[in-house]
């Protein structure tokens, strides 16, 4: 059970990161075909990344082609009704986190399963969650990010140091990983109610 709720979390998550490459993609005033890219890249660029870097053919969307759909279908419904979802773009934020949770599990886990160390299982949680959101905001003109002051990688950072750790333990996999998923979500969550920031340097 733990295993299915992981995947409709992936899901939601998926659905997430789509709304928001798609967005992204209206606001630079770009055309259906330029917001579903966002969107794709978005929801699906970090998982493939990691995949191809790891040497697993063909990706995981190319496997499960539900999160293709579900990316396509996201960023039509964002380009034909993004006036009347405002809205949303607040509890996105919310959605985002859950996304970040679980792509940071899923991405973590893969690399343990293939006997990656503990950098190299943290990187790849990490670029799983991440990545996508990278080429989206280069993509449509803007500062990635993970690059900027808010708790966003480094929360990410944190919950796949986690899941290796509990790795070693005796605990068992499904309860490690939706652990180290809500130790994710529930920092982000944070992190937007209070406005946390990690420290920049001073002139």
Known sequence: MAL??????DLLGTAAFAASGAWAGI?????????????LVTATGGGTLRDILLGDFPPFCLQ?????????????????????????????????AIGL???????????????????????????????GGVVRDILSNRVPL??????????????AALLVVLHHTSLPAALSALAAAAAV???RLLAIR????????RN
């Open 27 to 39: 606001r630079r005033e770009m055309d259906l075909f330029g917001v579903l890219v966002l969107a």
């Open 185 to 187: 979500i529930v920092l």
């Open 146 to 159: 993970i690059l900027c002051k808010e708790v966003y990688a480094s929360a990410c950072l944190a919950g």
């Open 101 to 131: 949770g679980t792509f940071v599990v899923i991405g973590t886990g893969k690399a343990l399963n293939f006997e990656l160390g503990f950098l190299g299982a943290v990187l790849m949680g990490v670029m799983t969650a991440t990545a």
């Open 64 to 96: 499960d082609p539900a999160y293709l759909y579900l990316s396509i279908a996201v960023g039509l419904g964002v380009f034909c009704f993004n006036r009347k979802l405002d809205f949303l773009q607040h509890p996105l934020l919310y959605f985002d």
């Open 194 to 201: 209070h406005n946390w920031a990690l420290p920049k340097a």
């Open 4 to 9: 299915n709720l992981l995947y409709a979390l």
